[in-house]
């Protein structure tokens, strides 16, 4: 008696990367630039930024296999993370859109300063900044995964993000603050 093997069954994820695009747009997400000094420097919009470890401080952000950020993270010592504020959409969009011009250039359009430690620009009116140390690099598929440790930091107490959530930039609302409900007799 033979064993017949049939083909596996075509992965419903990988065979439409529209619905796991659209899936993974409804997980709210911060949006970042990540940039890198020096000669020639460079700048990128990244939405796949996170936290990874208290101690040591480390932070990773993705960065597509095809990226020309790619291949200057993988060459840099340092690089910055400038987590953007409500309102910074157009920052947002200049760093995403690939005909931007190249080099020091490129940050003529928006207010930035040099980082405190690694001299990568940084963001201005940016929530919060993150200057790191390259750590680690891993292969994530189509990306690469990039994991720097957090060299210096700075944050603005109070300043809103700048969140992207199903394909379109959203805004945080805070929710009011309960007050008590006054009982009957004049008890709580």
């Known amino acids: 008696m033979s064993i017949l093997t049939a083909a596996p069954p075509r992965d419903a994820v990988t065979g439409d990367p529209a619905r796991l695009r659209r899936a993974l747009g409804s997980f709210a997400t911060g949006v970042t630039v990540v940039t890198v000094g020096g000669a020639v420097p460079r700048g990128m919009t990244a939405n796949s ?3 990874v470890s208290l101690d040591p401080a480390l932070v ?14 993988a060459e ?14 157009d920052v947002s969009r200049h760093f ?15 207010d ?3 980082g405190r430690t690694t001299a990568a620009p ?19 598929g189509d990306h690469t995964i990039h994991v720097g440790r957090v060299l210096d930091l700075e944050e603005l ?22 007050r008590p409900v006054p009982q009957p007799g004049g008890r709580r």
């Open 96 to 110: 995403a859109d690939r005909s931007r011009p190249l080099g020091a250039a490129q940050f003529d359009a928006v």
């Open 49 to 51: 930024f996170t936290s």
């Open 122 to 140: 940084v963001i201005a009116g940016a929530a919060a900044h993150f200057e790191c140390a390259r750590w680690r690099t891993y292969d994530g």
């Open 112 to 114: 930035w300063l040099p």
């Open 157 to 178: 107490p109070g300043r809103e993000p700048l969140v992207f959530h199903g394909g379109r930039f959203r805004q945080v609302v805070p929710q009011p603050v309960a």
């Open 60 to 73: 990773l952000l993705c960065v597509g296999n095809d990226a020309v950020m790619n291949r200057v993270l």
């Open 76 to 89: 840099a010592d340092t690089f910055a993370v400038s987590v953007l504020g409500a309102g910074q959409e």
